[in-house]
């Protein structure tokens, strides 16, 4: 008598995932964990980085990259996203900031 080996074929094995609150970048579109962000609010000052993410109101974020904050305040996005202006000079504050981020990370 031969025993029959069973075979079970478990490739659609449920993923466990973990419910982390995700956004996304106004910039590249893609969609990271806050972590990975950096989030923007508008404020009666302008337009402020917010790093700790807890700043009322509301908020765009963008990756923690220089790629998409240049390609983010080179758009109109994040004035879009947020309702509000940026002067010239906040503008340059948030270019410089991106600037000291690093590049893109893949
Ligand atoms: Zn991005």
């Not at 080996?5 to 964990?33: D, Y």
């Not at 220089?66 to 000079?89: D, F, H, P, Q």
């Given at each position: ?23 996304t ?9 806050k ?12 337009i402020?980085?917010d790093p700790?993410g807890k ?6 974020y963008?990756?923690?990259?220089s790629?998409?904050?240049?390609r ?7 004035e879009?996203?947020?309702r ?15 600037r000291s981020?690093?590049?893109?990370e893949d």
């Amino acid at each position: 008598m031969k025993m029959k080996t069973l075979k079970v074929n478990n490739t659609l094995g449920i993923q466990r995932q973990k419910h982390l609150p995700e956004r996304t970048c106004v910039a590249c579109r893609g969609s990271k964990g806050k972590r990975d962000l950096i989030r923007l609010v508008s404020s009666p000052a302008g337009i402020e980085i917010d790093p700790k993410g807890k700043k009322p109101g509301r908020g765009v974020y963008l990756c923690a990259c220089s790629v998409c904050w240049e390609r983010g305040l080179k758009s109109n996005r994040i004035e879009l996203g947020l309702r509000s202006k940026m002067s010239a000079e906040n503008r340059r504050s948030l270019v410089d900031y991106g600037r000291s981020l690093p590049g893109k990370e893949d």
